[in-house]
Structures are given as C-alpha cells and as structure tokens.
T-cell receptor
C-alpha cells in the first residue's frame, strides 16, 4: 500500500539550530501534504498545508517564518524549524492523501521527535 | 469548518471485554470520517473510514464503527479487546479539500 516516509525519526540539537524534516511519498504522487504537531498526550494540531509548486497555507497562530515549508516535487515536502528553541520541542508528523479528493484517507509518516536543548 | 469531539479522554477496560470509544462531529457540509490508532512514538494507522453508503463500517483488527447522521456520531466499537489494543485512538473528519481535523484522542488501556 501507499507509504509515507518521514526522516529523521529523532533529532536532538542545541537551541538556535535550524532543523529540517523530510516527508516523502514513496509510491504515489502527493500534490498536497500536511504537517502536524503533537504535544505529549495531546491530539494532532494541523500546522500547515504544503502545496506542490506554490506557497504553503498556514493555520492561524502558526509562524510561517519559524516553520518553513517547501514542496518542491510531487513526492517531497520539507519542514524546517528555524532557530529552534526548547518550546519548539515536540512530535512532528506529516501526512499525504493518496488522491486529490477529501474522501481519501491520509497516509502518515512515523513522525519526528524533536528535542531542543 | 468541520470538527470532532471525543467524549472520553481515557477508557480502561479488561481484556476480552467489549469497548466503545465515542466520537461526535460537526459540519455544515458532507464529511468523511475516520478512526486512526497511534502506538507510542509512531505515526497514525488507519483503522476504518466512512465515506458514504452503509453506515456500519468494518475496519482492521476487529474494529467497527457506525455512522449516525441524526446524532452526528461515529462511535468506534470492538466486541472483545486484547492487551495489544492498548493505544491512543483518534477520530478525524475531512472535508472536500482533504484538510483533516482530529479529536483530542482517547487513551484505551486494556488490563489483563
């Protein structure tokens, strides 16, 4: 079945570092991908919608300059957490629908655990 | 905009007992409903989905859910749970443009 690969799975870095997370659709093309953030024991919060070839759409309250999204191809979207600080520590998950209609389930990556020291 | 509410944050249950995890949705347009399971430090795995047609949907691992339009509910059920079903369960709703919104999650703990 369709698979979404997310890399890296764990990142530990110093405050002020920028971190890039990759999300790849392995056997299907994804014109749209979604980025979520999940705090411990909480639900997934949609951060932004990544659109191939155009600017991402950010949810209210999400800093676009802090969380840079690039969707340069039909199989790859990246999320860069710029100048990360401890409050950016979280579990980040990407997803992609296999198809363009809303009735398609999302395929999720395995997530990236980001810890900022 | 669509949204979902999961009524129980935690559900403890003994092994081989039945379980129901509750989910209510709100939307002014047609919706597509999903249940996902998340194991620790992993992404989400699709259990089942309702798109249209039969209101009783069967999924993986013996789970099923019933879409009830009049009550705007999509409760998840399993007649007999196993220890391995212990996980976080998320109800989700998607609109026509694929933006999926999740409920707060229900922690199912199966005790021996």
């Amino acid at each position: 079945g369709a698979v979404v690969s997310q890399h890296p799975s764990w990142v530990i870095c110093k405050s002020g570092t920028s971190v890039k997370i990759e999300c790849r659709s392995l056997d299907f093309q994804a014109t749209t991908m979604f980025w979520y953030r999940q705090f411990p024991k909480q639900s997934l919060m949609l951060m932004a919608t990544s659109n191939e070839g155009s600017k991402a759409t950010y949810e209210q309250g999400v800093e676009k300059d802090k969380f840079l999204i690039n969707h340069a191809s039909l199989t790859l979207s990246t999320l860069t957490v710029t100048s990360a600080h401890p409050e950016d520590s979280s579990f980040y998950i990407c997803s992609a629908p296999d198809g363009g209609h809303g009735n398609q389930p999302q395929h999720f990556g395995d997530g990236t655990r980001l810890s900022i020291l | 905009a669509q949204s979902v509410t999961q009524l129980d944050s935690q559900v403890p249950v003994f092994e081989e007992a039945p379980v129901e995890l509750r989910c209510n949705y709100s939307s002014s347009v047609s919706v597509y409903l999903f249940w996902y399971v998340q194991y620790p430090n992993q992404g989400l795995q699709l259990l089942l989905k309702y798109l249209s047609g039969s209101t009783l949907v069967k999924g993986i691992n013996g789970f099923e859910a019933e879409f009830n339009k009049s009550q705007t509910s999509f409760h998840l059920r399993k007649p007999s749970v196993h220890i391995s079903d212990t996980a976080e369960y998320f109800c989700a709703v998607s609109g026509e443009n694929n933006d999926m919104r999740f409920g707060a999650g229900t922690r199912l703990t199966v005790k021996p």
